[in-house]
């Protein structure tokens, strides 16, 4: 598993405070509140699972906290610092370097190859090209892809596409990792795989936040954030999760990763 806890801070120390976040969308002449009067603390080191049905505002609650969407309304403190402030550059700066992010689907760069999907953050970044080879050639060793570093995306299975997606969303050593639905294409076996890669880096420091609506998966999670109509319903402590519940999809068909 990738080492080095670069940049964690201590547990228990306040890594999200969210006071009063709004977000309104227009869809058409109708108003919707997406995010209504959020407030919520996820600590560092924290693992986290935020869930809901379709429409609650969990999506809409991770596109805030990765600074992929500015809230309308309230304040939103990363690591002590009042992101809602920053201009455009420097809340990419923010989530270029303290925030990862896994999708259901993986989002890699089709034509790239492993190695080079798991370099591009640091390309973006300007890391210097020896520190960016020394950290993709350890990825790819802590992932278990030595063998696949020249392979594109369509030549990986499902799990190996999602661990490359993991290595690329974490080699920059982010604070926080937000996973969005991180087992939705996966069969169950490689999702369990996937989900147990992503609690050994919050083992290693990392605080991970997962949006799902996987009871399976929800239930691992550390502690269990509901939310409905854009509220925080309910927020519950699962001292006792992380435990051998499977995960992923068990209609699917496809083979586990290797």
Known sequence: MPSGADG???????LIELAGIERVFMLGDSRVRALASV?????????????????S????LLNVLGLLDRPDAGTYRFEGRDVTTL??????HVRAHRIGFVFQSFHLVPRLTAAENIALPMVLA????????????????????????????????????????????????????????????????????????????NA?????????????LGDRARRRVGMEDGAVRSDVAQPGAADATPVGNPSSTEPAAG
Do not use: C, W
């Not at 596409?161 to 050593?173: D, P, Y």
């Not at 290693?204 to 399976?216: E, F, M, N, W």
């Open 8 to 14: 964690y801070a201590a547990a228990g120390t306040a």
């Open 57 to 60: 505002g969990k999506s809409t």
């Open 126 to 201: 300007g890391v210097a090209v020896r520190e960016r080879a020394e950290r993709v050639k350890q990825a790819l060793h802590d992932f278990g892809l030595d063998d696949r570093r020249d392979h594109r995306p369509d030549q990986l299975s499902g799990g190996q596409r999602q661990r490359v997606a993991i290595a690329r969303a974490t080699v920059m050593r982010p604070a926080l990792l937000l996973a969005d639905e991180p087992t939705g294409n996966l069969d169950r076996a490689t999702g369990d795989e996937v989900v147990r890669l992503l609690e050994a880096l």
């Open 87 to 92: 201009d455009a550059n420097e809340q990419a």
């Open 204 to 216: 290693q420091g990392v605080t991970l936040v997962v949006v799902t609506h996987d009871k399976a």
């Open 39 to 55: 407030d919520l603390r996820i600590d560092a080191g924290e693992y986290v699972a935020v869930m809901g049905p379709s429409g």
